[in-house]
């Protein structure tokens, strides 16, 4: 899946209304700024928050690692720095979230 694809999926999830700029940016038309939780510290903490999201530090197979469980299934992110990968995964589990809606 895209970066585009997972950050479409997890406005959805967010009920967030964004419009892809030419430059291929995302819009907030809420806040009229770019969003990008990808990429951006806040915009991640506040689509956790949003979602009520439990992101898990830890170590996997000696690896610092970040973690979420959904249900049977975990999202973890290894082999970056540990806010790149909470950002990840973040994105990640809102994006899951935003397909399995209606």
């Known amino acids: ?4 694809e997972l950050l479409e999926l997890a406005a959805k999830a967010a ?5 892809w700029q030419p430059c291929d940016w995302a819009h907030d038309n809420e806040t009229l700024c770019e969003w990008n939780p990808l990429e951006n510290d806040g915009d991640a903490f506040r689509l956790a928050a949003k979602l009520k999201l439990q992101v898990s530090f830890g170590t996997f197979k000696d690896d ?3 973690g979420y469980q ?3 299934r975990s999202i973890i992110v ?3 720095n540990l806010e790149a990968a909470a950002r990840e995964v973040i994105v ?3 994006a899951k ?3 399995e809606m209606k």
């Open 1 to 4: 899946m895209t970066d585009r």
């Open 70 to 72: 959904i249900g049977k």
């Open 64 to 66: 610092e690692c970040v």
């Open 15 to 19: 009920g967030k209304d964004i419009e």
């Open 97 to 99: 979230i935003g397909k």
């Open 78 to 80: 290894t082999g970056k």
């Open 92 to 94: 990640r589990t809102a």
